[in-house]
């Protein structure tokens, strides 16, 4: 099964609904599905080939929705590149994929200076009419055929999702259309009942995996999406209000800035009837207060990473129940927990979460990490997803994250690998040594902490380090505190002490009042 095949359905059957929505534009199914085709037809012209890539560097916006599904209509697989990431992340990722076109437009164009010099034969395609361009979104738009464009059968990649890791370096997971199909359009519609008559809002990027989900659903189900090019609470609650919204995804964040606009006029949120939180790091407080605020509104989290899909997750009438576990694993999901040995952890002690679904590429798992075999092999074992994350099973199979064995900050929503922002802090000038932890946030729920060693007749300067870090890796990855040390705590085979650091960090928030 293709998305091409369910986009032809949803124009047939419902052509004159709203598929996307995003400020004054919108597009119908009819137009959606109209548009793609002949944007596909157009790139097959233009020499792009089945299995080629195609990056999509555009901010939110109907602009992307195009891209991103001709690509796919066309066989080739889809890049997403998130605008937040800098210049020189930018430029590895295109290094790394070697995608055959290039779409951006006049907010993502600074940004690719560097990744061009990785991608000499890219096509550069403009949404918006830019010199130096090789072609125009618009333009292609109206010169392909309407006929449907053909793939081979058995074609099914769809796209890379670039995620950090501890080496500081992105990797490409490759996804599959039966990947969304399985996650975005069965699990979804069965667990929380999502479908045509739908309408989601979606408040963060579309190239980051829970924007992406809202896309999908939007395919998958016939559902109406509206996106918001930026987040802003008091501007969500009006679309809430004016698109008539019945499907509201959250990060932490989102739902945190969410709860004044909530909780002063709930009334503006009547057609709200499903929500949807991330099940890991997601406060009690904050959920209870959503829930308080919208007892009518369903409310659902769940666990799940880019290269294992949708793993786990609480029901509406588990949330404050199970308050501190993030669920139990999802239909179709097999899940155990490995000790330091390799083995099997007894009941109730805690090991490594592995995860299976079958053969990868097919339902959950990802089908491979793109021209990496070794570390395809090292995360995938007999179909199984080493996740990195520490948990442990109750009686009743509700699972419990107590740890990450991978050293990641999760800020934001956001993923963020300690590793990636010590290599760039570790490129300043005068710097020694440094280690980064997560500490909290009020906000964030976690922040990025810096501890930096600096080399002898170096003068301190926070501010210089921060600056320097934004030239190198995404803005909401640079350290919010910096602190400066003579040496950095080690065990004595050498390792960096990081839970002293953090405690380091609590002692001193808990004598200011404040985190410093």
């Known amino acids: 099964m293709k998305f091409a095949t369910f986009l032809a359905s949803h124009a047939a059957t419902m052509g004159a609904k709203d598929a996307v929505v995003c400020g004054d534009r919108r597009l119908s199914f009819a137009e959606l599905d109209a548009c793609t085709t002949r944007l596909a037809h157009a790139l097959r012209a233009a020499g792009v080939q089945v299995g080629d890539r195609v990056a999509v560097h555009l901010p939110n916006g109907i602009d992307f929705v195009l891209a991103f599904i001709a690509a796919i209509k066309a066989g080739a697989i889809a890049v997403p590149i998130n605008p937040p990431l800098s210049p020189a992340e930018v430029a590895h990722i295109v290094g790394d994929c070697s995608p055959r076109a290039i779409f951006f437009d006049a907010r993502t164009e600074a940004t690719l200076e560097q990744a061009w010099r990785h991608a000499p034969g890219a096509l550069r395609i403009a949404a918006d009419a830019r010199g130096g361009a090789d072609l125009c979104l618009p333009d292609l738009v109206r010169s392909g055929s309407r006929a449907p464009v053909e793939v081979p059968h058995d074609h099914d990649a769809c796209m890379i999702g670039y995620t950090s890791g501890t080496t500081g370096r992105a990797k490409g997971v490759v996804l599959t259309q039966s990947n969304y199909l399985y996650v975005n359009g069965y699990l979804n519609g069965y667990h929380w009942g999502l479908g045509a008559a739908d309408r989601h809002l979606c408040t963060t990027p579309l190239a980051h995996r829970t924007g992406m989900a809202r896309l999908m659903n939007m395919i998958l189900h016939g559902a109406t999406m509206v996106v918001m090019p930026k987040f802003d609470a008091a501007q969500a609650a009006e679309l809430v209000e004016r698109e008539r919204i019945t499907v509201f995804g959250m990060v932490p964040t989102v739902g945190r800035m969410m709860l004044p606009e909530i909780e002063a006029a709930p009334q503006r949120f ?80 805690v090991g490594e979460i592995w995860v299976r679904s079958g053969r990868p590429g097919v339902y959950s798992t990802m089908r491979e990490y793109f021209g990496r075999p070794e570390a395809t092999a090292e995360t995938l074992r007999d179909g199984w997803v080493v996740t990195g994350d520490m948990g442990r099973l109750d009686a009743q199979g509700y699972l419990y994250l107590v740890d990450r064995k991978k050293d990641m900050v999760l800020s934001g929503g956001y993923n963020i690998y300690s590793k990636e922002v010590e290599l760039a802090i570790a490129s300043f000038p005068g710097v020694a040594d440094v280690a980064v932890v997560g500490v909290p946030d009020a906000v964030y729920g976690e922040a990025v902490a810096a501890y930096v060693q600096l080399a002898g007749g170096t003068t301190p300067d926070a501010a210089a380090i921060v600056a320097h870090c934004r030239g190198l890796i995404a803005s909401y990855k640079k350290p919010r505190h910096v602190f400066f040390v003579d040496e950095l705590p080690r065990t004595s085979t050498g390792k960096v002490q990081k839970s002293r650091l953090r405690e380091q960090f609590c002692q001193v928030s808990r004598h200011s009042g404040a985190a410093p």
């Not at 793993?311 to 490995?338: C, M, Y």
């Open 270 to 349: 009547a057609t709200l009837r499903v929500m949807l939180v991330t099940g890991e790091a997601f406060p009690y407080d904050v959920k209870r207060r959503l829930q308080d605020a919208l007892p009518h509104a369903k409310l659902y989290s769940f666990y799940a990473m880019t290269e294992a899909g949708a793993i786990a997750g609480l029901n509406a009438g588990e949330q404050f129940t199970h308050p501190d576990s993030v669920g139990r694993p999802w239909p179709g999901i097999e899940l155990k927990l490995v000790d330091t040995d390799g083995n099997e952890a007894p009941a109730g002690e």
